[in-house]
């Protein structure tokens, strides 16, 4: 099976220490993150993916905003760079170790962050990446 998330959640990901929007919010993030770490693929998906499920039964869930359409286009461009190929819906990725510790070092760097401008989580992702992204529950050996 493929896990299907849109392109800033490529970015979110990264910093994940078990905070969210709600408690069926991360409970379903931390089963989308233990199917990661049991190998499954990435499927780069356009509109709400595996991780939005929760927020879509929520009044006027903001996964369906033009801001985070926006969000996607600039994760998509700032990670397609960095993997040296065009980032779009149907694209998968094989997330192991070395193309994790690659996405965190560009992430730490700046290089895959414009689409975090004006996120709510900002401080705490930057917080996450600035000590060597110690608590994350997503870690591959």
Known sequence: MTIRLRPHHLLCMLTYVGKGYSPAFTANYDKVVARLVAGEDIMIHEGPDDICQPLL???????????????????????????????????????DGLVLERFRTAFMNGATRSACTGCEWFDLCSTVSETGYLETRLNLC
Do not use: F, M, Y
Not at 61 to 79: F, G, Q, T
């Open 57 to 95: 039964e929520t009044h006027e869930p903001h996964c369906l905003r033009d801001s985070i359409v926006e969000r996607d286009a600039k994760a998509a461009h700032d990670v397609g760079q960095l993997l040296g190929q065009s980032l779009q819906a149907g694209n998968v990725i094989a997330l």
